[in-house]
């Protein structure tokens, strides 16, 4: 009885995307279920049947870029093989029939090669590194702005896991560009174009200022008794200098993290070296806490950043670009596919508990 007590039920509200709801429900957690399985861990360095590994470069296409640029590279960028944008058909033409209407898909499809070693996970690499291969998001995604003026978005993303998407285990992140830009992406720039014209501030910036200084007792109205204390602090998982990873109030996923940079920015590729190295640090840290509480868990991260186009022009005080990292611990129900509406059965406050309680050295 006493779990059931404390057990929570209610639905919230994405604050950057109200039409977003998730269905916090903790005993939900008790039911008998198959989770997702945990990403075996391939340890090896190199894999001699692996296309992405040091030595067997003839077996992808030619490099499009190497970190470094001379000698043995650790990062590596070449055109995706299966690609689901291509510029092989260029003339962005748009064709409607009756209702139905349709757009060339064209667009760039990249893999980047996080790592020369065939089985290191993220929270193992060093933190130069990880700088190295944030810089080479930022510049590859400014090349490709550069490349084609039709471009609208371009995405970078990791999958890890064969849960999460990821069809080959050695370590890689993957970039699209594409001529549209993704209604989620296009919902968090319409609202908070939308809270910044009626507030005169940035929704995640006043985010982060709740997170860090906000504190509440909510009373149940009838007995008196209290329902939830909300403490400064409470959904901060990790802080660097000039980063901050936080634990979304309005969880879609039972861990997941988004990473924002503390001082407003919009577009990731104005992101400074600076910036990237405290960004490196933090998402590292992050990543061990995660590996820590969960182990082995398949995940997605994607980096959501300004969009290059004419139509949301003016956004860039109301824009505030961000890592969301969504690790894969349950399958999609009938309900979750059925009415839009994410279930969450790990309250979030204990998530971000359990992740900044972990001990890092």
């Not at 269905?23 to 391939?42: H, N, Q, S, Y």
Request: hydrophobic residues 35%; negative net charge.
């Amino acid at each position: 009885m006493a779990e059931q007590e404390q057990s929570v039920r209610e639905i919230r509200l994405n604050p950057i995307v109200p039409s977003e709801s998730v269905l916090i429900a903790t005993a939900r957690g008790m039911r008998p279920k198959k989770e997702e399985e945990r990403a075996p861990r391939d340890t090896r360095e190199r894999v001699e049947t692996c296309p992405f590994c040091r030595g067997n470069e003839a077996k992808t296409p030619p490099a499009i870029a190497t970190y470094p640029e001379s000698g043995e590279w650790d990062i590596r960028i070449v055109e995706n093989l299966y690609p689901v944008l291509g510029d092989d058909r260029g003339d962005n033409n748009m064709f409607s029939f009756g209702l139905q209407q349709a757009i060339d898909g064209y667009g760039r499809h990249e893999v980047i090669i996080d790592n020369s070693s065939h089985g290191i996970a993220v929270h193992d690499m060093t933190e130069e590194h990880l700088t190295m291969l944030l810089s080479a998001y930022r510049r590859r995604m400014q090349e490709l702005y550069v490349s084609d003026e039709r471009l609208r978005y371009v995405l970078v993303f990791k999958n890890f896991g064969p849960a999460a998407g990821a069809s080959i285990p050695h370590t890689h992140s993957q970039i699209i560009a594409m001529p549209v830009t993704p209604q989620n992406v296009l919902d968090e720039v319409v609202n908070s174009k939308q809270f910044y014209d009626k507030h005169h501030h940035c929704i995640f910036c006043s985010l982060i200022d709740e997170a860090l200084t906000y504190e509440a007792t909510i009373y149940d109205k009838q007995s008196g008794e209290v329902r939830r204390k909300i403490n400064v602090g409470q959904y901060v998982v990790e802080r660097g200098e000039k980063f901050i990873a936080i634990k979304p109030f309005a969880s879609r996923y039972e861990w997941e993290v988004h990473i924002l940079p503390l001082q407003h920015q919009a577009d990731y590729i104005n992101a400074s070296e600076e910036d990237l190295a405290d960004f490196a640090r933090v998402l590292k840290r992050t990543m061990q806490r995660l590996d820590a509480v969960l182990g082995g868990a398949q995940y997605n991260y994607f980096l959501h950043s300004l969009p290059h186009d004419p139509e949301q022009e003016g956004c860039e005080h109301s824009y505030h670009w961000h890592l969301e990292i969504c690790p894969r611990t349950s399958i999609p129900t009938g309900f979750e596919l059925g009415s839009g509406l994410f279930v969450n059965t790990v309250n979030p406050e204990e998530a971000a508990a359990e992740l900044r309680n972990v001990s890092l050295d």
